[in-house]
Nanobody, 121 residues
Framework: QVLLEESGGGSVQAGGSLRLSCQAS?????MGWFRQAPGKEREGVAA????????FYADSVKGRFTISRDNAKNTLYLQMNSLKPEDTAMYYC?????????????????WGPGTQVTVSS
């Protein structure tokens, strides 16, 4: 069992930045970020495989968000720049023991409780 804990959410104005962190209690091969806005499905935002070769982003965040990880600390980050009101959601950290279809939420093994991001116009 791997426990995940997110931090770094908050409220910002459009155009602002936030950095989310996710601390994992143990080793995971894949890590990623999802988000869920009220009344919408949970969607993949970005993901990273431990090998460091592959990173993935949703089209809606490309060029604005950057995913990174510190393998020594088992910590995942999401730098979010140029935030828009439509980025408002609960953001969840996800982790998996192996390679996953990163946009498929059912493929992920572990989830954090989430951190709220609110972007005002």
């Amino acid at each position: 069992q791997v426990l995940l804990e997110e931090s770094g959410g908050g409220s910002v104005q459009a155009g602002g930045s936030l950095r989310l962190s996710c601390q994992a209690s143990g080793y995971t091969y894949s890590m990623g970020w999802f988000r869920q806005a009220p009344g919408k499905e949970r969607e993949g935002v970005a993901a990273f495989y431990r090998a460091g070769v592959s990173t993935f982003y949703a089209d809606s965040v490309k060029g604005r968000f950057t995913i990174s990880r510190d393998n020594a600390k088992n910590t995942l980050y999401l730098q979010m720049n140029s935030l828009k009101p439509e980025d408002t959601a609960m953001y969840y950290c996800a982790a998996a023991r192996g390679v996953v279809r990163w946009t498929q939420k059912n493929d992920w093994d572990y989830w954090g409780p989430g951190t709220q991001v609110t972007v005002s116009s």
